[in-house]
């Protein structure tokens, strides 16, 4: 039996490294496609330098601030399509090459985006959460309601991800009834697929 490739989504805030947490404790290996886009802009990567020579601005003292470059890129579709250009390549070599690594152990991919970083064969799970949790989670992350609605605005809507959906988890309650949903889902996965 193939092993379990699967695709975290969900909107900002919606709990997806909660679930990516979960899945840790069910054997799954997890990588969040966020910090790989990270990690890709700090140091002396290709990629950090080619976001710097395009958005000096989100340089600070040689670095590229992150907070700085979502202020630009997240208020204009058209600078968030042309960082996704730059980025989204080394992501999605990067991802194929640790799910490769992975073998035959389950694995899963936080994505914030509807983007073509994986190929066909995995499945997509969608954490779905109230929009007034979502936005109190964030504040508590230390963002403030513009920054808030800025990135909310620039990722998929609530109909684009449940289009997207192969399956659908609620997150409206505790750590612990999201952990039973994922393992409801999980079920309902394995007996469709016939993966491990």
């Given at each position: 039996?193939?092993?379990?490739?699967?695709?975290?989504?969900?909107?900002?805030?919606?709990?997806?490294?909660?679930?990516?947490?979960?899945?840790?404790?069910?054997?799954?290996?997890?990588?969040?496609?966020?910090?790989?886009?990270?990690?890709?802009?700090?140091?002396?990567?290709?990629?950090?330098?080619?976001?710097?020579?395009?958005?000096?601005?989100?340089?600070?003292?040689?670095?590229?601030?992150?907070?700085?470059?979502?202020?630009?890129?997240?208020?204009?579709?058209?600078?968030?399509?042309?960082?996704?250009?730059?980025?989204?390549?080394?992501?999605?070599?990067?991802?194929?090459?640790?799910?490769?690594?992975?073998?035959?152990?389950?694995?899963?991919?936080?994505?914030?985006?509807?983007?073509?970083?994986?190929?066909?064969?995995?499945?997509w799970v969608i954490i779905e959460t109230p929009l007034g949790l979502r936005k109190e989670r964030l504040r508590e992350r230390?963002?403030?309601?513009?920054?808030?609605?800025?990135?909310?605005?620039?990722?998929?809507?609530?109909?684009?991800?449940?289009?997207?959906?192969?399956?659908?988890?609620?997150?409206?309650?505790?750590?612990?009834?999201?952990?039973?949903?994922?393992?409801?889902?999980?079920?309902?996965?394995?007996?469709?697929?016939g993966a491990t």
């Open positions: 039996m193939k092993p379990l490739r699967l695709v975290i989504g969900g909107g900002i805030g919606s709990g997806k490294s909660q679930a990516g947490e979960l899945l840790v404790e069910r054997g799954f290996a997890v990588l969040d496609a966020d910090q790989v886009g990270h990690s890709m802009l700090s140091g002396d990567h290709p990629v950090a330098r080619r976001v710097a020579e395009r958005w000096p601005d989100a340089v600070t003292r040689g670095k590229i601030d992150r907070r700085a470059l979502g202020r630009i890129v997240f208020r204009d579709r058209d600078q968030l399509a042309e960082l996704e250009a730059i980025t989204h390549p080394a992501i999605r070599d990067s991802i194929a090459g640790w799910a490769r690594g992975a073998g035959s152990r389950p694995v899963a991919v936080e994505v914030p985006i509807l983007a073509d970083l994986l190929d066909g064969s995995w499945l230390g963002m403030s309601d513009g920054e808030i609605e800025a990135r909310m605005a620039a990722q998929p809507s609530h109909g684009e991800w449940m289009e997207a959906a192969d399956f659908v988890v609620g997150n409206a309650g505790t750590r612990e009834d999201l952990g039973r949903a994922l393992d409801d889902a999980l079920a309902r996965i394995r007996v469709a697929t």
